[in-house]
């Protein structure tokens, strides 16, 4: 039986702000684990879902990447760009009463076989940290 590869675009969002790195990673099921392991600096990755958002209002749910030890690294980094798309997951499924969104570390985003970024593609919060320690910066 065979087995369908698909590719997936994956977007590297580092913990340090840096521009984001569009990859494309094959995979069955989500893209292959240890093509992702050096591009987030883990050998252990957690899944968790989370919402992009464009400024145009358009989303689409999307999965993190994380490194599952994160918190338990030396002074763990706030990731504010991933955190701001699982408080976009949240704000839809739990609104006020939300758990912490705040995810650590460098997160690989991995969005739907259906959707292809193409290597030059910009998200609009680009360099911005949109969740800072008072919450989001913006309310759609």
């Not at 913990?15 to 591009?39: C, N, R, V």
């Not at 705040?102 to 998200?123: E, K, Q, Y």
């Amino acid at each position: 039986e065979r087995i369908l590869m698909k590719t997936y675009s994956v977007m590297i969002l580092k913990a340090d702000d840096s521009p984001a790195e569009i990859h494309h990673i094959k995979g069955t099921g989500g893209p292959e684990f240890k093509e992702i392991y050096p591009l987030i600096n883990t050998d252990i990755i957690e899944i968790v879902n989370a919402r992009w958002v464009q400024s145009d209002g358009q989303g689409v749910n999307v999965q993190l990447y994380c490194d599952e030890e994160g918190l338990m690294k030396g002074e763990p980094k706030i990731n504010h760009r991933a955190s701001h798309l699982r408080w976009h997951l949240f704000k839809r499924e739990y609104g006020a009463q939300m758990p912490d969104p705040r995810v650590v570390g460098d997160v690989a985003v991995v969005f739907p076989p259906r959707i292809s970024l193409d290597i030059n593609w910009t998200p609009d919060f680009q360099g911005q940290p949109l969740v800072g320690p008072a919450g989001p910066a913006h309310v759609e």
